[in-house]
């Protein structure tokens, strides 16, 4: 029997402003690789590169990381944001720029106290910065969604005020009245803490008392579903107090004494409330495994503080940094965090994210954004590590006012064809032309002046300098020649006609030659008096001006 064994396949999606190569070098030409194809994937220039440079066609047909993104950084200056569990939709088109996260199905996040499946932040393009970003989130991380689980019970706290003592009775005599009160009540919202085996119970009984009452506190403690009538408590006791029902007969210890009569006066009920296992935290009725990140701390989950970490889903306690290492701010979920710290230096005509003032780690890239008509000096780089900034240094990328081209000669020619009328230079920036057939270079020597681009003129009038004085040698020499010839041929009787005749070919000559010249002194004339004719009308009234 043949069978056929189908070769494994990693298809690649289509990877905008990136170059694909083998492990080898060369350059990929398609979209189909085998098992054990080892891809490097670069952005090109220009493009911020989002994931792995390496990607590995694994045995179920996937890349060993996910497939990267190269965004262009003069169209959208806000960083791409990073997801570590759920999906990110982002509108790059809208106005401002928003993405939402959406966490997968069973997940949290919390926000403000409360736990979301999803939320949006938006970009503002001026200042690259994130709506969710601050002092406290310099880097503008999302926040984690978590696991959600089952609670291991639910807790409803009652705080009442009793009329009728002041002074506190038993707490365990208390706590009796209570459960003798909820059980004997014909109310069907106490119907949870009824019967042989209920689903509530009263816990935590606690009290405390003035001139003229006591108060009260208590847990009403549940198991089980929480649709059971515990939800009903806050408005039966509400309806108990207000109609003066709610009483309680405390036993005192000595029996000679009679009970104490309690009345209800008053009531605040908050819950129900989850309480979680080991290393999960509650958010209302939820429970969710503290993610990586956060720690949990008396049945919440807490960040962890600053210059610590946790690595690990549902601790209960953070790992300090090793070697006196820090944290950038809270909430540190890899011992990566722990680094040496720098702030962000200031830029002028510009900004920067991270944005200027920020602490962050040392090797932290720091990218530079110059407002328009500025640019960073030519051959500076506008992104950096922020332990390499130096604002003292002659490569710290600040903003320029760059130059602006006012002017180029119609004799000269620009090798450089995006130097035209009108485009603009980076400070330092050179542009090179051909003048005369000699090669020269036009830079940006000082930032926001105006630049023209001439033919050297001093070159041109020792041009000229050159014709005229070849050509009066050249006469001067003719003359001289034919008044030789004429005197010889007088001492030797030969007749000067004859002479003549001899020196009229070097005559006819020498005048083919002059027309040459004044025809080139003519083109040169022409080239002098047309050097305007290029420069645009804004230029003309402008005084600040470097000629090349």
């Known amino acids: 029997k043949n069978v056929t064994v189908e070769p494994i396949i990693c298809k690649l999606p289509s990877i905008g402003n ?285 960040d962890c503080a600053a210059n610590t970490y946790s690595n690990k889903v549902g601790s209960t306690k953070c790992t300090d940094c090793p070697n006196s290492l820090k944290t950038i701010t809270t909430g540190s979920d890899n011992e990566s965090d722990c680094t040496k710290l720098c702030k962000v230096p200031k830029f002028s005509n510009g900004f920067s994210f991270p944005a200027s003032g920020y602490t962050i780690s040392s090797d932290t890239t720091v990218y530079t954004h110059c407002i328009e008509n500025y640019a960073v000096q030519h051959k500076v780089l506008e992104s950096r590590q922020c332990g390499q900034l130096d604002a003292g240094k002659s490569d710290f990328p600040n903003c320029y006012r760059m130059c602006k081209i006012v002017h180029i000669s119609k004799s000269m020619i620009v090798k450089d064809k995006s130097v035209k009328v009108n485009s603009l230079l980076a400070y330092r920036q050179p542009a090179n032309f051909t003048c005369n057939d000699r090669n020269d270079t036009a830079i940006c020597t000082h930032a926001g002046q105006n630049v023209s681009l001439y033919c050297d003129k001093v070159s041109i009038l020792l041009l000229l300098a050159i014709i005229v004085g070849g050509t009066v040698v050249l006469t001067i020499t003719t003359v001289v020649i034919y008044f030789l010839c004429c005197i010889s041929s007088k001492k030797k009787g030969v007749k000067p006609s004859y002479e003549a005749a001899a020196i009229e070919p070097m005559l006819t000559k020498l005048d083919a030659e002059l027309e040459g010249i004044f025809k080139r002194m003519d083109e040169q004339t022409y080239n002098l008096a047309d050097e305007g004719s290029i420069e645009d009308d804004e230029t003309k009234e402008d005084k600040k001006e470097t000629s090349f």
């Open 18 to 302: 990136a170059t694909i190569k083998y492990k080898n070098g060369s350059t990929v030409s398609t979209n189909r690789f085998t098992y054990g194809t080892e891809l490097t994937v670069r952005c090109k220039e220009g493009f911020l590169q989002e994931g792995e440079t390496k990607l590995d066609c694994l045995v179920n047909g996937t890349f060993s990381s996910a497939i990267p993104s190269c965004t262009d950084l003069s169209v959208v200056t806000c960083p791409v944001l990073k997801l570590q569990t759920g999906t990110l939709e982002c509108n790059m088109s809208a106005s401002p720029i928003y993405c939402t996260q959406h966490c997968p199905n069973g997940y949290f996040f919390e926000s403000d106290g409360i736990l979301k499946t999803k939320g949006s932040v938006s970009c503002n393009t001026s200042t690259a910065q994130w709506s969710h970003m601050s002092a406290e989130n310099q880097l503008g991380e999302l926040p984690k969604c978590a696991e959600s689980i089952t609670p291991l019970h639910y807790l409803t706290s009652v705080d009442m005020n009793f009329l009728g003592a002041t002074s506190c009775p038993d707490i365990s005599k208390t706590q009796l009245a209570l459960v003798k009160y909820f059980s004997g009540s014909t109310s069907d919202a106490y119907s949870c803490i009824k019967g042989e085996k209920p689903a509530c119970s009263i816990t935590e009984v606690k009290c405390s008392s003035s001139n003229t009452s006591v108060k009260i506190t208590y847990n009403v403690k549940q198991t089980g579903d929480l649709d059971s009538p515990v939800k009903t408590f806050e408005a039966q006791i509400a309806a108990d107090v207000k109609s003066k029902t709610f009483k309680l007969s405390v036993n005192t210890v000595k029996r000679r004494k009679r009970a104490i009569e309690l009345t209800g006066d008053s009531a605040q009920i908050s819950g129900p409330t989850a309480r979680c296992e080991s290393g999960a935290g509650y958010v209302g009725t939820i429970c969710v495994k503290c993610p990586i990140g956060r720690y949990e701390k008396d049945g919440v989950c807490t």
